[in-house]
């Protein structure tokens, strides 16, 4: 099909990423969706025919895989197919989200939970459906994008207040009616930076001006917390956020997303939420894979000490060599490189180094703000951590960005 004979919005924004990528693979600077061959033991990955160290994958417990989870995955092909024609509502229904769904109650410690075919869509169709017209709605402005896109489609007062800052949350907060719904909305653990939200002030504010607080623990389930719980767990606080979202689809090596929440609050989604009426259920494998992934990550603990372990030695490494890896505390370790094209360049280097890595570049962040992002798991060896860094370490000197 050739272009349509047109100079319009569409022809301007479809031309302005075919050119810009051309631009990048003629420069091979372009490392973006590169189809893995195959998934090897100790988070390395076939690509290319190379074997490679994975640096950007959010398996961070070495969960996919799993002989538990790919056997529990397997059984319910066998019981239930491999997809289930219908919306929850009506025939999509199996025993196996139920199980699902008492499983993420139980680890999360909250009455009930709710699952959804993805978590961006948990995000769009939970906070749309809870806000509405008149409502204010508080979100931290590093939040990830399908919280922004609820927000947006909610039709609510949205409020963006500075990247974990309480003092502009809480003048936005005194500035809103009195007598309105109010949610306050974060990223337990931001996506792109790796620090963790102010969880205990948050709770603070929203007691005294009533609002309701939602926190997406996308990047925190089986990340913080002794036993991998979660961010109520790192703070030492018990059930205390009103409605807990969560993905299935990274340290849970599956797909989907869920809500953890009262009763009242999963009866509601369960009958209200538009993802959940109108988007077929999530199919009984991956349901299966994420029920079973739950326990793994409670049967066994060292993987998180193991986590830990390699994401101390990972940020203190690269700190170590001269690298700025902003205010990450955990598994997420920004590398700062400034411009797009020197977070480019070093994508490059590693990529033709076998450690895969990718640049995250403007608007995704701001401009001058492009990085590496890397993220380490439990199933890196220490010597693999190393190599990485010393890869990524030669790289930053042979480009002007460390001595
Ligand atoms: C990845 C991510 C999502 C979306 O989850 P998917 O299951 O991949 O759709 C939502 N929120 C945050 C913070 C994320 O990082």
Redesign the pocket.
Same mark, same amino acid.
């Given at each position: 099909m050739d272009f349509k004979n047109t100079n319009d919005s569409v022809t301007h924004r479809v031309r302005a990423f075919t050119e810009r990528v051309a631009r990048l693979k003629e420069n091979d600077l372009y490392y973006l969706n590169m189809p893995v061959e195959e998934i090897l033991p100790d988070s390395k990955v076939l690509l290319r025919g190379h074997v490679m160290g994975m640096y950007a994958s959010?398996s961070y417990l070495g969960l996919v895989g799993h002989p538990r989870i790919n056997e529990a995955a397997k059984k319910a092909i066998d019981k239930f197919g491999t997809g289930t024609n219908g919306v929850r509502m009506l025939a999509g229904t199996l025993t196996i989200h139920k199980e699902l769904e008492e499983t993420i109650a139980n680890f999360k410690h909250a009455e009930a939970a709710v699952t959804y075919s *993805? %978590?961006? &869509?948990?995000?769009l169709t939970v906070i749309s459906s809870l806000m509405g017209r008149g409502d204010y709605v508080f979100s931290d402005k590093l939040? @990830? #994008? *399908?919280?922004v896109d609820g927000c947006l489609m909610s039709g609510a007062e949205f409020r963006r207040f500075r990247h974990n800052d309480m003092e502009h949350l809480e003048g936005l907060l005194k500035n809103a009616p009195a007598d309105v719904a109010k949610m306050v909305v974060a !990223?337990s653990?931001? *996506?792109m930076d790796g620090d963790i939200i102010d969880l205990p002030k948050v709770l603070e504010l929203t007691k005294k001006y009533n609002a309701w607080l939602m926190i !997406?623990e #996308? @990047?925190s389930v089986g990340v913080l917390g002794k036993t991998g719980t979660g961010i109520e767990e790192h703070f030492g606080l018990g059930d205390v956020i009103d409605i807990k979202?969560g993905?299935? *689809?990274?340290t849970i090596p599956s &797909? %989907? %997303?869920y809500i953890a929440s009262n009763k009242d609050i999963i009866t509601f989604l369960s009958h209200a939420s538009r993802a959940y009426m109108f988007s077929a259920a999530l199919p009984p494998a991956q349901a299966a894979a994420a029920n079973e992934a739950f326990k793994v990550i409670l049967d066994e603990p060292w993987r998180i000490e193991k986590l830990n372990e390699n994401t101390k030695q990972f940020i203190g490494g690269l700190k170590g060599r001269g690298f700025d890896t902003m205010l990450t505390e955990t598994a997420i370790v920004p590398v700062l490189c400034g411009d797009d094209d020197m977070a480019f360049a070093m994508t490059r280097e590693a990529q033709h180094n076998d450690v895969f890595v990718l640049p995250v570049a403007s608007p995704a962040v701001p401009e001058g703000l492009a990085r590496l992002r890397a993220t380490v798991t439990a199933a890196h060896e220490t010597s693999e951590i190393e190599r990485a860094m010393d890869v990524i370490g030669a790289a930053g000197k042979k480009l002007g960005l460390i001595k």
């Open positions: 959010y *993805s %978590g961006y &869509v948990t995000n939040n @990830h #994008a *399908s919280i !990223d653990v931001f *996506s !997406d #996308a @990047h979202m993905t299935l *689809s990274k &797909v %989907g %997303g």
